[in-house]
């Protein structure tokens, strides 16, 4: 079992930068993949970005790649995501998942979720 806190969102203005972080309990946060999904009012919930387990690899949406990064610290059992240059269609509220399988998945089929930070980008 893996339980999931996201912090770090806010009120930012466009081409500010936030990070947020996810931390999990459980001893087994470093056997998981984890990824950021976002959800804006009346739209789907998106991918935003995976790491692996390792913190080795990583994979981004396109609307985010060059401005967001992914990273996560195993001791601290805590992921990131630090996100330049935002703009005010990056406003949703943003989930943190842990994910077992060891391929990419985009998909919101993870095993594990955080209820979620709002990220509001002001134009």
């Known amino acids: 079992q893996v339980q999931l806190v996201e912090s770090g969102g806010g009120l930012v203005q466009a081409g500010g930068s936030l990070r947020l972080s996810c931390a999990a309990s459980g001893r087994t946060f470093s056997s998981y993949a984890m990824g950021w999904f976002r959800q804006a009012p009346g739209k789907e919930r998106e991918f935003v970005a995976r790491i692996s387990w390792s913190g080795g690899n990583t994979y981004y949406a396109d609307s985010v790649k060059g401005r967001f990064t992914i990273s996560r610290d195993n001791a601290k059992n805590t992921v990131y995501l630090q996100m330049n240059s935002l703009k005010p269609e990056d406003t949703a509220v943003y989930y943190c998942?842990?994910?077992?399988?060891?391929?990419?998945?985009?998909?919101?089929?993870?095993?594990?979720w955080g209820q979620g930070t709002q990220v509001t980008v002001s134009s």
């Open positions: 998942a842990g994910d077992s399988r060891n391929y990419i998945v985009t998909g919101s089929t993870y095993a594990y």
